[in-house]
């Protein structure tokens, strides 16, 4: 099971946002900035993530991005599926992974795909910006990049 770049960087791109959510919004150039992702792939990423209700545009000067609702009624597997990405481990997807017919081991992996998917959905971007292993990373984002910090509510 692999997650791409889309997933993850989807993930990085609204934890920033959550990171930095206190100040106002936040542009997609300082998200690129910080987190070393094109910004035209940012563009792509959160269109679908408006199309969503996962994050809104805010026009004009100090305009930008910010998150659609609090950090903790935004689980991670929202965000990987906002952005058409599926954690799925199965050996091919549906049930016809065998000639059309389903393979010895379609159930294990469905049900690893299913774990998965429980566990991503049980985060939320609050709960994981949480951690202290993150909590340090973010520390050492914001001194290198001059960001100021903010703590989580």
Not at 21 to 38: D, F, H, M, N
């Amino acid at each position: 099971m692999r997650l791409s770049t889309k997933g993850r960087y989807a993930v990085t791109a609204m934890m920033d946002l959550a990171i930095h959510e206190p100040k106002g919004p936040v542009t997609l150039a300082e998200i690129s900035r910080c987190q070393s992702i094109s910004l035209s792939y940012l563009e792509q990423l959160f269109s679908k993530l408006r199309r969503e209700n996962l994050v809104r545009g805010v026009r004009g000067p100090g305009g930008g991005y910010r998150l659609a609702k609090p950090a903790d009624e935004i689980s991670i597997a929202q965000i990987i599926a906002a952005v058409d990405e599926k954690v799925d481990s199965t050996c091919g997807g549906d049930a016809g992974c065998d000639e059309g017919n389903t393979c010895l081991t379609h159930e294990l992996w469905c049900g690893l795909s299913k774990r998965i998917y429980e566990f991503l959905d049980g985060i939320s971007l609050k709960d994981f910006l949480s951690r202290p292993a993150v909590q340090d990373v973010i520390q050492r984002q914001n001194s290198a990049s001059n960001r100021p910090a903010f703590p989580l509510n």
